[in-house]
């Protein structure tokens, strides 16, 4: 298990003064920022996938075969977002759980279902393209079992949506296939300029106590142990140029370097 963290300026100057520690980069499939990062440090990729919504041409299947082998990502990752206009019914769980497997399948047959893993999104969906339906943890579970794939749970996403359906984010989790868990999330929840309640913010009390709870479930092998556990902070362009505080990833880093370290030894 190891610790990645989105790649920035910010990080990569920290990171070359030894101020913080991790295993390696995540990155999105960006030739350019992917080369910068790696004469830094190990890269792994996050694709843009998005199952229900047929982009797989657009990403391209060979471009996802060089990238693999480019870094050594292990991983192709996609999110559960089929949108309204891409079905009849929208409120139809099977209805939603085939237009995903649309997408996942072809994944599978090309990678294996061992290196698919599949992503739970953030809810409301500001842009109010996507229906609840796809947040529902027995159309997430659906997904896995009937896929074979595995799951990237990310926290963040679980806790904006829990807040939505107004249970426990604990709660939510736990109905989700965590015994499928291959890879994990996670940044803080907070508030965005334009007022919205978001992630990818510095992480506050409430989201490290989530973080230790997931570490503590995967330890104690209540949980299947993922390969990475990625804090998703910082990154590249105008989506991350108000989040990518040096003072935050200099805060934040450090923590989680420790917690992952104290479950791999465990």
């Known amino acids: 298990m190891q610790l990645a963290l989105n790649y920035s300026p910010q990080a990569a100057e920290l990171l070359r003064l030894g101020r913080i520690q991790i295993d390696l980069y995540k990155c999105p499939d960006w030739p350019e920022l992917i080369e910068q990062a790696q004469a830094q440090a190990p890269v792994y990729v996050h694709f843009p996938l998005v199952a229900g919504q047929h982009n797989i041409e657009e990403v391209g299947l060979e471009k996802i075969e060089a990238l693999l082998a480019q870094t050594g990502t292990y991983f192709v990752n ?17 209805e939603v759980v085939q237009a995903v497997l649309a997408d996942v399948m072809p994944l599978v047959e ?26 529902l943890p027995r159309v997430i579970q659906r997904v896995v079992q009937e896929s074979g794939c595995g799951l990237l749970l990310d926290i963040g996403h679980a806790r904006l949506t829990s807040e939505y359906l107004g249970i426990d984010t604990r709660d939510y989790i736990t109905q989700l296939p965590v015994e499928r868990l291959r890879e994990v999330h996670i940044t803080g929840v907070g508030i965005s300029p334009q007022g919205q309640r978001t992630d990818h913010m510095p992480m506050t009390s409430e989201d490290w106590s989530l973080l ?35 003072a935050a990833i200099l805060e934040d880093t450090p923590r989680m370097y420790e917690l992952v370290r104290q479950v791999q030894m465990a």
Not at 78 to 94: C, E, F, G, M, V
């Open 78 to 94: 996609t999110h559960i977002a089929p949108r309204y206009q891409d079905l009849s019914n929208p409120d139809d769980a099977d």
């Open 212 to 246: 230790e709870w997931t570490l503590a479930s995967i330890r104690r092998g209540m949980w299947a142990r993922p390969r990475i556990i990625a804090c998703e902070y910082g990154g590249v362009g105008p989506m991350f140029e108000w989040r990518s505080s040096p």
């Open 110 to 135: 090309r990678f294996g279902a061992e290196r698919v893993i599949v992503e739970n999104i953030p809810y409301p969906d500001f842009d109010e393209q996507k229906p609840r339906t796809v947040i």
